[in-house]
């Protein structure tokens, strides 16, 4: 198995070696290499979309916690149409917003519109807890697959740096263009693989034994039902939930966090260095909401099932082997690429990032287009490098970072709302909402609680209180105290560039909802899908279709009724997106933007870049050779 | 047909390597499976994946307003025709897979050959389509007329 393993391993390496070498061949100007020449074609925006979202999830964890959790779980796969929503809101606008100011970056465009250095700062956050603990974990647990599944043969290490090394030298050699062919290619296998072996294991393997017995949950948990709406525990750490943890408040608070990949610094860099097609609406309903969301919803629980039943992963690949090796090594190779999705792609678009945000604009101002792409290799390699030794050696760390990421990006969905649609969200606004919501994350998560309690005393209560997900405690405070301050500031010094961008905004995409009733039907439906898909009302779900009310009698629909439930509002879920982005041309680029603005004229000297000569002509030294 | 740009060539040439890397390996995997303990079934199932990914092909060379290029078009029968090569030789040599897996592939492989000159008849007219082949016509003639290639230009 060791050999075939690498050999398909090797193949698939080759293979973006392959992609990398003729995209950095193409490459015309110096600068591309940074940003692709912001023509990044529309199906990498299509299919990187999906798995970068399958990735983020963590598709080797994702399976483990529904063969654990059964079908209550299943509800975070629903909770991926969120991502299509809020991808649906903001990024066309985001888009749009950058081809008028020719900023690159959301740091940059954040960072401009609310004329605000701390938000530069917070972005730089982010972006490195995507780019190296959320970076890490994925490597570490790619290392640990291949370390299990080859008995050993390939210690942890060794695959952790070989896979490291072989992505960075794809992302070195083509830049972001070839990561991001790169990246879009394994989405697409990891997306075509999933359903292979759903298929599979449905009808060779268990010959779908999980429609009848459903997932064979332990330890209390109840089996393929939602334990409640809410748990009034003090969270995981201080006491346990009775029947699980993931109720439907635990299931809609996480799905919110899942909307932080969309307002991510590396998704919308995705997204703004994309040529202007269709891409945007087609991606968002048909690949995130529609396969990515559906085949999770519909093969997570067959693999969940036969996971469950063996005890373990390793012991479900194991059972493959005994049928194929190479059908278990296809497994293993399908977890595998989804981590490395995370990896190519975190990395990779934080490195281009670093590059735009940092490098040009405070390190080394004004360099020219073959300095920059040095300093983005450089970037590169001290990325993986931070990668590779953090998923090594300090695999937990990596963890326990990484669990604060989404949650705090979904944290600046205010501002991007701000920066979208709502021009009176100021940024003392923002800037309040982001500190108060982000406290409520840092000490609703592993993190802030271990740091507190070691510095201190033990709180009363651990993380995820009252079952409500990190992202759900943050965003709460942050919304409120983010309108309020609004309210009083909105009129504030800035309003001037902020008014600047949504003029130009009705200038060349004016927003089209239609009449007034339509507008009022799309977002009530919204609201109402979230209430009964996510929310309280998913609760419905555990009996509705084996104990119908009316009916008066137990049926037996043949699968668990929560899935059903599920299922019906995937479809429900992906004909909103479909609505909002399509008909309600939320991501549909019906012309290209005219006209530039600039959204600082005014020259203010606190945020003028520092110039650092004695960094400029070290590099000089080095790349004039 | 308007000429593709250099990044546009690039990007569809990266799209096509994708979607056959996505439809080669669940294939293989089927092929394995097929070959041991899964029988015709899953042979019949690879080759379902394989004309997928030809269908995938098609559907880039119409987003893109392309046709197969010359390097595809002879990647693509050199692997149709190794491959049934081989299926002949181990038919003739090895007489468990023959007994065992002599149908399945004879259907995989004629459905194969047949979807591909549906698609020719489909795309150029059944005359054409004969044209793009009819080597003895261009040796007599002395050069290959380049409108008569089945290969469109990207």
């Known amino acids: ?625 | 047909m308007t000429p593709l740009g250099p990044n546009e060539t690039l990007d569809r040439h990266a799209l096509v390597m994708a979607c056959w890397l996505a439809a080669a390996l669940p294939a293989a995997f089927l092929f394995d499976y097929g070959f041991g303990q899964g029988g015709a079934p899953y042979l019949l199932s690879g080759f379902a994946i394989i004309l997928a990914g030809f269908v995938a092909h098609v559907i880039v060379n119409a987003v893109y307003g392309t046709g197969f290029s010359p390097r595809e078009l002879g990647l693509g029968l050199i692997i149709y025709g190794f491959g049934l090569v081989l299926f002949v030789a181990l038919s003739l040599v090895g007489a468990p897979l023959a007994a065992h897996n002599f149908m399945p592939l004879s259907v995989g492989f004629i459905t194969t050959g047949a979807v591909v000159i549906f698609y020719l008849i489909i795309r150029y007219g059944a005359r054409q389509a004969f044209e793009g082949f009819d080597a003895i016509r261009d040796f007599r003639s002395g050069d290959r007329d380049p409108a008569r290639s089945t290969g469109g230009s990207e």
């Open chain 1, 1 to 625: 198995m060791t050999s075939l393993l690498v050999s398909i391993l090797v193949i698939v390496a080759v293979f973006g070696l392959y992609l990398a070498t003729i995209s950095g061949r193409h490459t015309q100007q110096a600068s591309d290499f940074v940003d692709g020449g912001q023509s990044l074609p529309p199906w990498v925006i299509i299919f990187a979309g999906a798995g970068i979202t399958l990735a983020s999830l963590s598709l080797s964890d994702h399976l483990v916690l529904l063969s654990t959790f059964g079908l209550q779980y299943n509800q975070v796969a629903v909770g991926i149409i969120c991502v299509a929503l809020v991808a649906a809101l903001t990024q066309k606008r985001l888009w749009l917003a950058s081809r008028l100011t020719s900023l690159r970056t959301l740091g940059d465009l954040l960072g401009d519109y609310f004329g605000s250095t701390t938000l530069r700062i917070f972005m730089l956050v982010l972006l490195f807890l995507f780019t190296i603990p959320f970076a890490a974990m994925a490597l570490s647990q790619a290392g640990e697959l291949v370390d299990a599944s080859t008995a050993g043969d390939i210690p942890s290490g060794l695959a952790i740096w070989a896979i490291a090394f072989a992505l960075f030298v794809c992302s070195v050699i083509g830049g972001w263009r070839g990561t991001a062919y790169f990246v879009a290619a394994q989405s697409l296998l990891v997306l075509a693989l999933l359903l292979f072996f759903g298929g599979f294991t449905g009808f060779t393997v268990g010959k779908l034994a999980f429609t009848a017995g459903g997932i064979a949950t332990t330890g209390g948990v109840l089996p393929d039902m939602i334990p409640g709406v809410i748990q009034f525990t003090a969270g995981i750490g201080k006491e346990l939930p009775i029947g699980g943890i993931w109720t439907t408040f635990a299931g809609l608070t996480f799905a919110l966090s899942l909307g932080g990949i969309a307002i991510s610094p590396g998704f919308s860099f995705l997204g703004m260095t994309s040529k202007p097609h269709r891409g945007f609406a087609f991606g968002q309903v048909w690949m995130i909401a529609g396969v990515a969301a559906g085949a999770l919803i519909l093969v997570g629980p067959i693999l969940a099932g036969e996971i469950a039943a063996g005890g373990s992963l390793t012991a479900f690949t194991a059972r493959l082997a005994s049928l194929d090796q190479m059908v278990a090594v296809g497994f293993i190779v399908l977890l595998v690429a989804a981590s490395q999705i995370a990896v190519a792609f975190f990395a990779g678009s934080g490195a281009s990032i670093c590059t735009v945000e940092l490098t040009s604009r405070y390190i080394v101002p004004g360099m020219d287009q073959r300095t920059t792409r040095f300093a983005a290799r450089v970037t590169l390699a001290l990325v993986y490098g931070a990668v590779a030794i953090a998923a090594s050696y300090a695999p937990l760390g990596a963890t326990i970072f990484s669990s604060l990421t989404l949650s705090l990006s979904v944290q600046l969905l205010p501002a991007v709302l701000g920066l979208c649609w709502v021009r009176w969200i100021s940024r003392s606004g923002v800037l309040t909402g982001l500190i108060v919501g982000g406290l409520f994350v840092v000490f609703t998560e592993s993190f802030g609680l271990a740091l507190f309690e070691r510095l201190f005393i033990d709180l009363p209560w651990g993380r995820w209180p009252l079952s409500v997900h990190s992202a759900g405690w943050g965003l709460i405070p942050n919304f409120a105290a983010c309108l309020l301050v609004s309210l009083f500031t909105r009129s504030g010094a800035e309003r001037d560039r902020r008014d600047r961008l949504h003029d130009a905004f009705e200038k060349s995409q004016p927003a089209r909802n239609g009449n007034p009733a339509a507008t009022t039907a799309k977002w009530s439906l919204t609201l109402l899908w979230a209430f009964f898909a996510l929310g309280p009302g998913a609760i419905l779900g555990n009996k509705f279709f084996s104990e119908p009310i009316f009916a008066g009698t137990v049926v037996a629909p043949g699968v668990p009724s929560l899935l059903i439930w599920q299922v019906l509002f995937w479809f429900v879920g992906v004909f909103i997106v479909w609505w909002l982005a399509y008909q309600g041309r939320l991501s549909v680029i019906d012309q290209l933007p005219r006209h530039q603005i600039n959204l600082v004229p005014d020259v203010n000297p606190l945020f003028e870049p520092t110039t650092t000569p004695w960094i400029a002509r070290l590099l000089d030294r080095v790349t004039g050779r």
